[in-house]
């Protein structure tokens, strides 16, 4: 069996702190760790362009070059901005080449279901998989054929085809996919609502001094005048 590492040079780390990654991101630079079997967490550095490239692929195993010294790790986690676009950090572990690992793998539907031509629309409601394997078996996906899915059909992922030693974790009747008919949401207008002020009595204040005015000077019938 071939054995499907991807080979990369990586540097030993001696700088650690948030203001030292910024300064190993600025370089071009990707900060990493190396854990597992028992050993010494290792921080090292890589290179950004090439590492986010076989990380994107799909890649996961990886055969590094630390000064000389030959480190066989699996991505265990791959961080990134709040956009999902940069590699900010990536997590190895130390793994042997005839070791079981649990993973997670892309989910690929290729083709047009049959549905489509009836008013479905295919939706996919998981896009990776948790499998089981050995170490040089993990797969780069997992692909399924949807054209012979009919409307209002579904997928479960007992319903998947799964390379001989890899094995699903999820529950096989986990609904991956199906095809629905997508109708139309009808948006009523929103109506804004203006308040309408209540009517002001323009000059109502005006006119309540004034009366009061006049009827303190008007004279008071029958008083003698002196």
């Known amino acids: 069996m071939a054995i499907n590492t991807i080979k990369v040079k990586a540097q030993n780390r001696t700088e650690l702190g948030s203001r030292a990654m910024k300064r190993i991101r600025d370089k071009g630079m990707i900060p990493a760790v190396i854990y597992g079997h028992k050993q010494a967490v290792l921080p090292i550095t890589l290179d950004k362009r090439e590492v986010s490239s076989h990380i994107n692929k799909g890649a996961h195993l990886f055969d590094l070059d630390v000064a000389g010294t030959s480190e066989t790790v699996l991505v ?20 042997s080449l005839d070791e079981k690992v649990k993973v ?13 031509a009836e008013g479905g629309k295919l939706q996919q409601l998981i896009a990776e998989l948790d499998v089981e ?18 409307m209002d059909s579904v997928l479960h992922i007992k319903d998947l085809h799964f390379p001989e030693g890899v094995k699903p974790l999820q529950d096989p009747e986990l609904i991956v996919a199906m095809v629905r008919e997508v109708k139309e949401e009808i948006i009523a207008p929103v109506v804004a609502e203006v308040a309408v002020p209540e009517p002001e009595v323009i000059g109502a204040k005006e006119r309540e001094e004034k009366a009061a005015v006049e009827t303190t000077a008007a004279p008071v019938k029958g008083e003698a005048k002196k």
Do not use: N, W
């Not at 265990?76 to 793994?95: C, M, N, P």
């Not at 394997?133 to 009919?150: D, G, K």
């Open 133 to 150: 394997c050995v170490v040089v078996s993990i797969p780069e996906l997992i692909r399924h054929i949807v054209t012979e899915m009919e």
């Open 104 to 116: 997670k793998v892309p989910l690929e539907l290729k083709g047009t279901p049959k549905g489509e």
């Open 76 to 95: 265990k986690e791959a961080q990134y901005d709040h956009l999902g676009i940069q590699l900010l950090h990536v997590d190895f572990s130390r793994v």
